[in-house]
């Protein structure tokens, strides 16, 4: 049985080029296209897709609120992001809202093709080139969270970034504008909150753990 694809574009003439070489697929059928947010919502009742293809940029609501409120009411509906942007802030939102994979246009056909077969079958997938953006991502709020949990302020995490650098207490207290004092009990409270007995092993357990 083939794969109901929704191609949904603000541009004439990608959609109709994407329906076109998609017609060449004799397991995916193209039900529709349409250039909007609104008229996407509307139509998913009748043309009844299994997958769909959908720019960011649309007209009335955007890529993103049209996958949340699509995956809101049809949570076995497959959204993939097409679109030449390749911002954090689309692709993190793309990805928060549900979307099953984010693809740039410049992708080429034969990925697409395989792209919509594969979040049929439930999976997710990145354009290879955004991958490290996600990775980065999980990083820096692994390791907030991390720095949350040891209860480690952000002065805390400089002191322990100079520490690394082989700062002495009285260069950091001269970056920082502290006494030397001040520095001093900082770093007691740091090695305290990783549980080490001195400084060069705080260094080394923030740096075991990803907190520096």
Known sequence: MSIRVLIVDDHAIFRRGLRSLLAEETDIDVVGELDS???????VERLRPEVITLDIR????????VTRQLLQQYPHLRVIILTTYEDDEYLLGALQAGAHAYLLKNTSYDTLADTIRAVQRGQRLLAP???????DEYCRVS???LRSQIGLSEQEIEVLR?????????EIADRLFWSE?????????????????????AVAE??????I
């Open 37 to 43: 947010g609104p008229a996407t919502l509307a139509a």
């Open 58 to 65: 649309l007209g009335g609501l955007d890529g993103i609120q």
């Open 129 to 135: 080139e955004l991958v490290h953006r996600v990775i």
């Open 143 to 145: 390791q907030e969270r």
């Open 162 to 170: 100079l520490l690394a650098e082989g700062a002495t207490s009285r």
């Open 181 to 201: 004092i001040t520095v001093k009990r900082k770093i007691q409270d740091i090695t305290d909150k990783l549980h080490a007995s001195n400084r060069v092993q």
């Open 206 to 211: 923030a740096v075991r753990r990803g907190i």
